[in-house]
């Protein structure tokens, strides 16, 4: 099949997407900046000969807070994130793994909700959408429901949206003191690769300082699936981080995980370096916290 070949549709409102995407009954493909839909389509991966474009809904492309909750539009770029003044102060994380994403360009064209909706376990803003405990919320003609986004991804590129749906937000809490996260991504080369192995962390800390009362941490690029690591969530809490404690801790979250060999990586070395991603993350927190507390 050629480029040539496809249909596309442009509707300007949201209400004539959905009602496309209605009346098509499931047979149109949504696309929102393209960079993944139409390599796939080029490969042979993505069948279709009818496109719904979607990027010129603006009333998909925002990124706001409201009192803890941060809200952001599902067609808003990479480059929208990056330049957040909101996300750079409610959710740093968020901000530094939209920037390990391919070149600017891609930046400036790639959505969050196409990440999302493209359902790959390597997508570098899903693990911290994990460990964020965000919600995905998704509209047809009819209405809408919200996603825990743990419930929206079901297996390998397989999610729970419905041929007549959208992605249209992506809710989280603001990450506030005595809180933190950060997100740390392993690949074959310095810049612009995709992830051989990613982790987000997310944690509350005790008042004590030198333990978590609470901690999520997912992985990305080791399973079918985005992981959530709970067993290493249940052994590092409330317990005192000695190198030796976190060590074994990302031992567990490897133990947790199910790669696969392929181009980028073999699946005994994923598995390796799971607990040096995992140190080096708690690492970082452990260096902010004490940045909280410089006079």
């Avoid at 950060?182 to 612009?192: D, I, P, Q």
């Avoid at 300082?209 to 809490?237: H, I, Q, T, W, Y």
């Avoid at 980028?264 to 902010?288: F, G």
């Amino acid at each position: 099949m050629r480029l040539s070949d496809i249909d596309v549709v442009a509707p300007t409102t949201l209400e004539d997407a959905l009602s496309v995407l209605h009346e098509k009954s499931g047979k149109m493909k949504p696309i929102a900046g393209g960079t993944d839909a139409i390599i796939q389509l080029k490969d042979g991966l993505l069948q279709t000969t009818e496109l719904l474009d979607i990027s010129s809904l603006g009333g998909l492309r925002y990124i706001l807070r409201e009192g803890l909750r941060v809200r952001i539009g599902a067609l808003s770029t990479y480059s929208d994130i990056i330049d957040s003044s909101v996300l750079n102060n409610s959710c740093p994380m968020l901000v530094d793994a939209s920037r390990r994403i391919g070149v600017i360009q891609l930046q400036n064209r790639a959505t969050i909700g196409g990440n999302l909706a493209n359902g790959s376990p390597a997508g570098d803003t899903i693990p911290p959408l994990y460990v964020l405990a965000a919600t995905i919320t998704v509209q047809n003609y009819t209405g809408t429901r919200s996603i825990p986004i743990e419930k929206f991804f079901l297996d390998y590129r397989t999610i729970d949206l419905k041929p007549d749906e959208l992605i249209t937000e992506i809710s989280f809490e603001a990450v506030e003191k005595p809180c933190g996260a950060t997100f740390l991504k392993l690949g074959l080369r310095e810049a612009h690769f995709i992830s051989v192995a990613n982790l987000a962390i997310w944690a509350r800390w005790a008042p004590d300082g030198n333990s978590f009362s609470d901690v999520r941490v997912a992985m990305g690029a080791v399973a079918p699936v985005v992981v959530r690591a709970r067993k290493c969530e249940d052994f590092l809490r409330n317990r005192i981080l000695e190198d030796a404690v976190v060590w074994e801790a990302g031992q567990i979250a490897s133990s947790e995980s199910s790669p696969i060999t392929d181009v980028r990586a073999s699946a005994d070395y994923r598995r390796a370096v799971i607990p040096s991603l995992l140190y080096k993350a708690v690492h970082r927190l452990t260096e902010s916290r004490r940045m909280w507390e410089m006079p």
